[in-house]
């Protein structure tokens, strides 16, 4: 199968290549096999000749010279009656031969020197792949509501409208891209800006890399797709959940949150799968999805203590320890000069959005979910009055700067779980989150 872009026209040049095999994994072997021959044979030839030498026997001695005829003791023999130090020819021989030994086993050496680690044959065992999971497509599983490519494009222009309704300003133009609690919450800052000169924004989406995308398995509407997003520029990755109501409609984030550094996400079908939507009263997983915003809520009111704490990863839940820090913190400084005439209170109440769920591999699912902090500031003494003057967010929202019933302030938070399904041994984990001010109400 050859395929094009679609805009530039199909290779016509096509090329196939393969690894060729050119190791020689028995060489090494042979040349030291030969090498060890060869050694044998030297010693084989030098014991042979050794042997063949001493069993020539005893020489025959010459004729006994005449007993009359005299010595001639004027030989002219230069060399007579001079010792030489020169060795005799079998000893030159000896030597000669352990001159010839010793270069032929130095070239042997060099020559296994050269010798690379191709030249000797890998004893190690073949490595056994490690098994990876299969994925399935269930019987009858519709087609995924979006492409990879299409799912970049989505995001880009999302960003692009936020990122052009946060410099204007303009609520309605955000509500062209953003729904639930991601517009409630612009909402909101589009109006302390107004009033609050150095009041700071809400930081861009990131689009690239786009690390992950999970589209909802889906031929009908609406349809959702989870997307996560590591931003090279920013110190967490971004996952969100978009959707789109009816096939004239844009796809809408409807919620998002921030990963902890060191969250793993749950093993994901491939894009070209999908996944199906879990709905909000399954009871495949260890809690419904609708439960749990509720179940959550508790656990932050009441930490390890709530009824529902036995079904949380608690130890890793950074977003709940922090709020329960903060809220301390924050009790001690009020208490310090306001205790005796106040009291401040705080709550956790479930959010008003749906849940929002896609099945993963292992019969569990990501689910977002949204909860409501509640700080609350009253009088204790009937001629006390709680003023606002170091606090502009809460006066820019309720539109007063003082109250003898006291105010409350909210907060939402958009939270990304992981659920698993009925029978498994692990807890519900906190993937990520964010929280931004929702509202402000003086107390009647």
Not at 37 to 53: D, K, P, Q, S, T
Not at 80 to 95: H, L, N
Not at 232 to 239: I, S
Not at 246 to 267: N, R, V
Request: with cysteine; net charge negative.
């Amino acid at each position: 199968l050859v395929a094009a872009d679609g805009t530039e026209p199909a290779p016509t040049d096509l090329s196939v290549s393969w690894p060729i095999e050119n190791g020689t994994p028995w060489a090494g072997p042979l040349i030291v096999g030969g090498a060890i021959l060869m050694v044998i044979g030297l010693i084989l030839y030098v014991l042979g000749i050794r042997h063949v030498r001493r069993s020539r026997g005893p020489r025959r001695k010459g004729l006994p010279l005449p007993a009359t005829e005299p010595i001639d003791v004027t030989v002219d023999d230069p060399d007579k009656g001079v010792i030489s130090s020169t060795p005799s020819r079998r000893a030159v021989g000896r030597g000669r031969r352990s001159m010839i030994a010793v270069p032929v086993v130095a070239a042997s050496a060099l020559v296994l020197a050269g010798c690379t680690a191709d030249a000797w044959p890998d004893l190690a065992g073949t490595p056994t792949p490690s098994p990876t999971a299969s994925v399935i497509v269930p019987e009858g599983q519709q087609s995924p509501a979006v492409t990879r490519p299409q799912a970049e494009r989505i995001i880009e222009r999302v960003a692009a409208t936020v990122a052009e309704a946060d410099e204007a300003r303009d609520a309605d133009l955000a509500a062209t891209r953003l729904e639930g609690a991601p517009l409630a919450e612009r909402e909101t800052l589009y109006t302390l800006q107004e009033a609050i000169e150095d009041r700071e924004g809400l930081p861009a989406f990131a689009t690239t890399p786009l690390e992950v995308v999970l589209p909802q398995a889906t031929e009908g509407w609406p349809r959702t797709f989870l997307a996560v997003v590591n931003d090279p520029e920013g110190t967490a990755a971004t996952t969100m959940f978009l959707s789109q109501q009816d096939a004239w409609s844009d796809y809408k984030l409807t919620s998002y949150s921030y990963l902890e550094a060191d969250t793993t996400l749950p093993d994901l079908a491939p894009v070209y799968v999908g996944a199906t939507q879990v709905q909000p009263d399954s009871p495949f997983l260890i809690m419904e999805p609708q439960e749990l915003s509720t179940a959550y809520a508790d656990v932050i009111n009441n930490g390890e203590d709530s009824e529902y704490a036995s079904l949380f990863e608690l130890d890793e839940d950074q977003f709940r320890i922090g709020v329960a820090a903060d809220r301390q913190k924050r009790l001690d400084e009020f208490n310090e000069t306001a205790e005796s005439t106040g009291e401040l209170t705080f709550s956790t109440e479930p959010g008003e959005e749906n849940p929002t769920a896609l099945a993963t591999l292992e019969s569990g699912a990501i689910v977002a979910v949204t909860i409501q902090e509640i700080d609350t500031v009253q009088p204790t003494d009937d001629d006390a009055v709680i003023k606002l003057d170091n606090n502009p967010t809460v006066q820019t929202l309720t539109g007063v700067d003082e109250s003898s019933e006291g105010f409350s302030t909210v907060y939402v938070d958009q939270l990304f779980f992981y659920v698993p399904g009925q029978g498994s041994s692990e807890k519900i984990r906190l993937l990520g989150y964010v929280s931004n001010i929702l509202d402000a109400k003086v107390i009647e």
